[in-house]
């Protein structure tokens, strides 16, 4: 395998998110007039799954994250290991990686953690999304802000 491969790889990427953006959902202005559209729309993202959301790069989406959970950048790239800073780190977290398809290295970086050590943390954050009622509303509520769904 060659440097064409790596070629048609990008291409092949290119082509994808093309394709994501000309399947995008109405705008939420939009559903504003009729209000059968806002189920539309729902029903719509349900059925294409993580390819609704928006395409955005882990540096946005952890600032992004943390100016929605009230929680300083600087404060989820210490070292401190306080309750709601770590349920501040693990919500981006799983969010990013199953939802918006980044990757763990990239969201680890932008956080100043190993990937081993955040892989961690998604694993927790999966075992506390499927356990804590809390948890997967407050993820489920994450997931909509920074998708730009207002619902």
Known sequence: M????????????EFHRDQQIE???????????????AIRERRGRKELGPEWRPIIEAEEFIARGAEWLGVDIAELRSRRRAEELVRARELPMILGVERFGLKVKDLARQLRKSP???TQTIARA???????NVFRRELNKLDRALAGVNE
């Open 116 to 118: 081993d050590g955040m």
């Open 126 to 132: 999966a075992r506390k999304r499927k356990e804590d």
């Open 23 to 37: 399947r995008r959902m109405p705008t939420v202005e939009s559903t504003n007039k009729d209000p059968e559209a």
């Open 2 to 13: 060659g440097q064409h491969d790596l070629g048609g790889a990008a291409a092949i990427e």
